[in-house]
């Protein structure tokens, strides 16, 4: 089946510096992926959606020039926390669709960034 | 008009019961409806999903139940299992767009 897969797993940082996470389809082209949030205990929070090839588009509320997303081709989409402070600690979760039209998306394992 | 409501925000059920899980989306243009089972520290992972044509998806001990006129939708694990203890999202989306709009969850636990 298809395979998203997330990079690194858990990531802490000092306050004040960038981290990038990956994002990839192992099995599959992704034009489109999709980043998300998850405070504990709560629910997922789409980002943004990351586009091959163009600009990624930001829901409401989330800050672009903190959260810089490139998806430069069709398996990899990368986000960027930059200037990192403890309130951005978080768990980040990417997704991908499978197939067009199919409405089925594909969950990396997501990613547990720690700011101290 | 967006939210999903899901309900119960927890929930514990003796091993081999039956697990229900509720929830209630507005928008009318939703038509897929997809759940997700995530253990701690993993990302979602799709469970089974329906669209409004069905009343009613079963695979193996789990079956979504669909009430379109209600605008609501359940799941059901049947001989719930200690394995089944995790947290469970329900989710609303339209054809064409993968911007699901995700339930606050539910988490189950399955005493042995």
């Known amino acids: 089946g298809a395979v998203v897969s997330q990079h690194p797993s858990w990531v802490i940082c000092k306050s004040g510096t960038s981290v990038k996470i990956e994002c990839r389809s192992l099995?599959?082209?992704?034009?489109?992926m999709f980043w998300y949030r998850q405070f504990p205990k709560q629910s997922l929070m789409l980002m943004a959606t990351?586009?091959?090839?163009?600009?990624?588009?930001?829901e409401q509320g989330v800050e672009k020039d903190k959260f810089l997303i490139n998806h430069a081709s069709l398996t990899l989409s990368t986000l960027t926390v930059t200037s990192a402070h403890p309130e951005d600690s978080s768990f980040y979760i990417c997704?991908?669709?499978?197939?067009?039209?199919?409405?089925?998306?594909?969950f990396g394992a997501g990613s547990r960034l720690t700011v101290l | 008009q967006q939210q999903v409501k899901q309900s119960p925000q927890s929930l514990i059920v003796q091993k081999g019961g039956i697990s229900i899980i509720n929830c209630a989306y507005e928008?009318?243009?939703?038509?897929?409806f997809p759940w997700y089972q995530q253990f701690p520290g993993k990302g979602p992972a799709l469970l089974i999903a329906?669209?409004?044509?069905?009343s009613e998806k079963k695979e193996g001990r789990f079956t979504i139940s669909f009430n379109k006129s209600a605008k609501q939708f359940s799941l059901h694990i049947m001989d719930s299992q200690p394995g089944d203890s995790a947290t469970y999202f329900c989710?609303?989306?339209?054809?064409?767009?993968?911007?699901?709009?995700f339930g606050t969850g539910t988490r189950l636990k399955v005493l042995a």
């Open positions: 997704s991908a669709s499978v197939s067009s039209g199919a409405n089925v998306l594909t």
């Open positions: 099995d599959f082209q992704a034009t489109t």
């Open positions: 990351s586009n091959e090839g163009s600009k990624a588009t930001y």
């Open positions: 928008n009318t243009a939703f038509d897929y």
């Open positions: 329906i669209r409004p044509d069905v």
């Open positions: 989710a609303a989306g339209s054809s064409g767009t993968y911007k699901y709009i």
